[in-house]
C-alpha cells in the first residue's frame, strides 16, 4: 500500500457511515426501493468514497462528537437529533456525504428502474432532456467572468 493512502474506514466508521446513509435514504416499499446502506449501493459507496476519505473519516468523528459517544450506537430519533445539528454546525461535510451517497444511490439499477429509466450508462446513447425555459440560464451568463484567458 502506498504510503500516502489512506487506510480503508475501520468497522466503527464503517457502521456509522451505513447508519447515516440509512438515514439519509431510507428504504421504500411504495416505489420499491432499497435504502443507502442496502449492502450493493454501500459497497459502491465505499469504492467512491476513496478521493474523499479524509473528509468522510471528518464527518463521521464530527458526528460522534455530536452523538456525545458513539453515533452509530444512538437510536433513530437521538441519530436524526445529532444528524440535524451536523447539517448545521458542518455544511460543507454533510453536503458531501449526501452527494456521495446520492451519486452511488441513483445508479443503482433497482432505483433507475425505480424511475423508469433504462439501466445504462449515460453514454454513448446519452439521455433526451425536455426542452426548457433558456432564461434560467440568465442568472449566470449575465456574471462577471470567473476565469482567465489561455496564452
Not at 2 to 11: E, G, I, M, V, W
Not at 14 to 36: C, H, K, Q, T, Y
Request: proline letters at 9%; aromatic letters at 6%.
Amino acid at each position: 500500500m502506498n504510503s500516502a493512502t489512506p487506510p480503508p474506514l475501520t468497522d466503527a466508521e464503517r457502521l456509522a457511515l451505513r447508519r447515516v446513509v440509512g438515514d439519509m435514504i431510507p428504504a421504500s416499499r411504495e416505489f420499491g426501493v432499497p435504502a443507502a446502506d442496502d449492502d450493493a449501493i454501500f459497497a459502491d459507496l465505499l469504492q467512491t468514497i476513496a478521493p474523499a476519505i479524509g473528509h468522510v473519516r471528518a464527518a463521521l468523528a464530527r458526528l460522534d462528537e455530536l452523538a456525545g459517544g458513539t453515533y452509530a450506537t444512538l437510536d433513530v430519533d437521538a441519530r436524526k437529533l445529532a444528524a440535524a445539528q451536523f447539517r448545521e454546525d458542518s455544511p460543507a461535510l454533510a453536503l458531501l456525504l449526501a452527494t456521495l451517497t446520492s451519486r452511488c444511490y441513483y445508479r443503482d439499477d433497482r432505483v433507475m428502474r425505480s424511475l423508469g429509466m433504462e439501466v445504462r450508462p449515460p453514454f454513448p446513447k446519452g439521455f433526451q432532456v425536455e426542452p426548457g425555459d433558456w432564461s434560467l440560464l440568465d442568472a449566470v451568463r449575465s456574471r462577471p467572468k470567473i476565469y482567465r484567458d489561455a496564452p
